[in-house]
């Protein structure tokens, strides 16, 4: 054998090994929100969608040696309150600066920019139907199977205010604010009697405004 030839034979040996070698990462994808602010983040196809509680961020994102490397992000430009904008700046910086990514046990940790952010896995919406209501941020009160508070909600903008006998997962309205939200609705098998026979979560706040007294 000449010794060119085993210098190819023992060089693809070499590589096959460094390949079989190496574990392949799978892409990281779900939602996620964070347990002590209004923080979400979802991850899919290679393609990241953040919100601090005001505007949407949106760009593409991978996972590369346990980092999050995310590209250039566009977003929705509303201007809301002083400390949700705080929060998207905060958000932003953590984003840019390829934090190192951690799961377990259901959350996702980003650790990056001297802090960490701890999020919880959020329902996957495959297969609901994607709904926009109008959402108030106080409760009142009503009656199912005993008195109760209830969301107050709607779909067109000039309709009444109507009860929701059931939570929208993912999400908790703040008073003083009104919302505009895109939902994924689900139906629900043999619900409890004081339960809705449809179950909401969250899909996006599209919209906040604070309600003038």
Known sequence: MSLSRYSAML????????CASTPSQAPLSGRWQADDSKVQLQLKDGKLSASAGCNRLFGPASVEGGRLVVGNLAGTM????????AAEDALKKLLASRPQVEQKDGRLLLKGDGRTLALNAMPALDGGKTR???VQGKTAPCVGVAPMQCLQVREDK???????????EG???????NYRLRIKEFDVANPPADAPSRRWVLDMVVESEVVKP
């Open 11 to 18: 060089t693809a040996s070499l590589l096959a090994t460094a």
């Open 78 to 85: 509303m201007m809301c309150a002083p400390e949700e904008m």
């Open 132 to 134: 926009f209501i109008y």
């Open 158 to 168: 000039n309709a009444p205010w109507q009860h929701h006998y059931g939570q929208i």
């Open 171 to 177: 999400f908790t309205p703040e008073a003083g604010l």
